[in-house]
């Protein structure tokens, strides 16, 4: 497998972690303007999960299944907690879209860099929700 079709198969990856962190972070939300973000952030990864399946495909590369279930970073048990996990998969699907961007050329690198800016702007919403300072983030996709 090329180095971009990795790439994008690690994306995959993390698109599959973000489906399933949502399903979680959505059962500890209180308010319907919180529950309905969530439903939003879910939805945009199963289109980006879909679009890199068929992708990867027209490569004739392999995609990576979804598992069963993943590890959760840590233990989500009420609202600021199901907050930072929101962000936490977020700033994951970032990092994996990041490496995708400097694997990629093309109509690729600018999908990858389309994702990478949505997830940037996605956590950088959930910091204002769950009103943690800095909202921001110096480089979207790099851990501190």
Not at 15 to 39: C, P
Not at 78 to 106: H, M, N, P
């Amino acid at each position: 497998m090329s180095d971009a079709n990795t790439a994008l198969a690690a994306a995959l990856t993390a698109e599959h972690a973000a489906i399933f962190g949502y399903g979680v972070v959505g059962g500890h939300l209180d308010s319907n303007a919180a529950k309905e973000t969530a439903r939003r952030a879910d939805t945009a990864h199963r289109t980006r999960r879909d679009a890199l399946v068929a992708r990867l495909a027209s490569l004739s590369a392999t995609a990576p299944p979804a598992a069963p279930a993943y590890t959760l970073p840590f233990e989500v048990t009420s609202r600021a907690s199901a907050y930072k996990l929101a962000i936490a998969l977020e700033e994951g699907t970032a990092e994996a879209w990041r490496v995708a961007v400097a694997a990629t050329t093309g109509d690729v690198r600018k999908i990858a860099l389309d994702a990478l800016i949505d997830c940037a702007v996605r956590a950088t919403a959930w910091r204002r929700t769950a009103k943690l300072a800095p909202i921001t983030v110096p480089f979207p996709g790099v851990r501190s």
